[in-house]
């Protein structure tokens, strides 16, 4: 099942379901992905039951999935992306053996051809390509086990991040604040089956392109996460209850032969240019530049659609 | 003048406005205070002008002012807190001249007088008495100057925190998950000018009174923030917007004479015997234990009223 929203004025959308080849659109008896998500048991089966599309569907008219969520915990899953990272932020790696996890701003998405606004092109602007799940509500201290039964919902982000501030920041032990403005989402947001043999082990094992300015820039396959989602719903789930909605990320999707299939985000490959060449040489994204992510499978299907963006002034 | 949030099976709870006495309440033709919040300009012209309090108020059936907030986005403001964190934390203290601030838990505020679950008491429970600022729409890159014009609401805030989580969590440069479950408020959210002269410089000049078991811990005072909440604010909305009812915290309210005037939480008073005998001697909360806290001013006028919580096992 694949699900969207769609923009109507107010600030959650409208919830649509998706027909299996991406074009056309029903309109469930819902209004809302939050109140699907909040009786999730009962609106699955109404929504699963709908197999006519009637109407057609015009992308610019989406919103992310979810426009805004409750919470927002993103991690940082890809051991290369944390590896090249810490050479090109220039702080030392975590050596925990506990997934890493920050909590981002939530309360907006930005559609998936939505315009991206920031105030500066010298702070740093990069896109990060993500995969994400989105839980029904899941009690505190929930098992990993248990907590693969409560991800409703997988999503494809971009986290977009200002890299000038994200070592200061992170420097202070607090996460980031300024660093990470809001994220956006791609259009679909699918049950986990959709993915079929591609969703192993709370893992999105599927290519994710990414193209900077219409050129390829990487193709980062989501298997080789060193936590699956399910432990990651579990971390957070410690000592706090996670709403119905909340968004737990991946982070970075990143493949240990980087050299080969490139990265998801720009500071990836600063940091392999530091390592191999002594320097960074690639600048990050100017006003005006776009960004387009896509997750394929094996077959050239995209679930999530695309991601299309441009970097605009503030 | 003073709002507050009565329960009624939802989860935004019911708005209503608090007489000068504390005692009393009425029902103002608005449902929630997030309602008030996005549309402050006008509401809070109905709001001042209710001065009669029909219905007698009894403070079991308050929620926290705002039950559930977009974004919560805590400073740490108060340099000798700092200093004693680092201390009993064993990190590196920060040297970063800008606001420290994280993003913590904001889909659920306890009420005043809820009791607090947490998993084990070996995770080091504790208490951390702060103001907090509730901000309208704030537009990315608002000078700190404009941003106290922003600030529509001012409250008193306890951040649940579990030490033996901080320190690990603070070291991934990642910020709090684990290590900050949902905080709670107390009853009263006020305007500002409720405090009268005691609001200067975007700081809330009053005593925070806490109590541990019945027995006073500290008394520290509002006034010696490093940085204001107007200064956190523009800190917070620099790569941002922040939406209306965005919460914004001091950190735990703390005074250089911690020796004389006590502390705000209990890892302050064990960093101050790790300085002075070599060993944090004082332990955690245990299940069962209770904390009061309440910021009174010169007349013993307590505007935000008492938060009066108890540690429970989950």
Aim: proline share 6%; net charge negative; aromatic share 8%.
């Amino acid at each position: 099942m694949r699900l969207a929203t769609l923009r109507d004025g107010t600030k959650d959308g409208k919830l649509v379901a998706i027909s299996p080849d991406g074009k056309r659109y029903a309109v469930p008896p819902l209004q809302t992905m939050q109140e699907a998500l909040e009786r999730w048991s009962e609106t699955m089966a109404q929504l699963a039951a709908i197999d006519e599309f009637p109407e057609a569907l015009d992308q610019v008219e989406l919103a992310a999935p979810l426009p805004r969520a409750w919470q927002w915990l993103d991690g940082s899953a890809f051991q290369s992306h944390g590896d090249l990272m810490s050479a090109v932020l220039g702080v030392e790696e975590s050596t925990s053996q506990a997934p890493l996890m920050y909590q981002g701003t939530s309360d907006k998405f930005y559609g998936p051809r939505d315009d991206v606004k920031f105030p500066d092109e010298a702070l740093g602007i990069d896109f990060e390509g993500e995969f994400g799940v989105i839980v029904d509500a899941v009690p505190m201290g929930t098992s990993a086990e248990d907590a693969m039964g409560h991800i409703r919902l997988v999503v494809q982000i971009n986290d977009w991040s200002l890299r000038a501030l994200a070592g200061p920041e992170m420097k202070t032990g607090f996460g980031w604040i300024q660093a990470k403005p809001p994220c956006g989402m791609a259009p679909f947001a699918i049950t986990p089956d959709e993915l079929g043999g591609n969703w192993r082990n709370g893992r999105v094992c599927l290519n994710l392109n990414v193209d900077w300015n219409g050129q390829r820039f990487g193709a980062a396959n989501g298997e080789p996460m060193g936590h699956g989602f399910h432990e990651l719903v579990a971390h957070a789930a410690r000592t706090r209850d996670l709403v119905p909605g909340t968004v737990i990320g991946s982070g970075t999707v990143s493949n240990a032969n980087f050299r080969e299939i490139g990265s998801s985000c720009i500071a990836e490959r600063r940091g392999i240019e530091l390592i191999d060449e002594g320097a960074a040489r690639t600048a990050f994204m100017k006003f005006g530049d776009t960004v387009r992510m896509q997750a394929v499978d094996e077959h050239g299907h995209a679930p999530f659609g695309a991601i299309e963006q441009k970097v605009v002034k503030a």
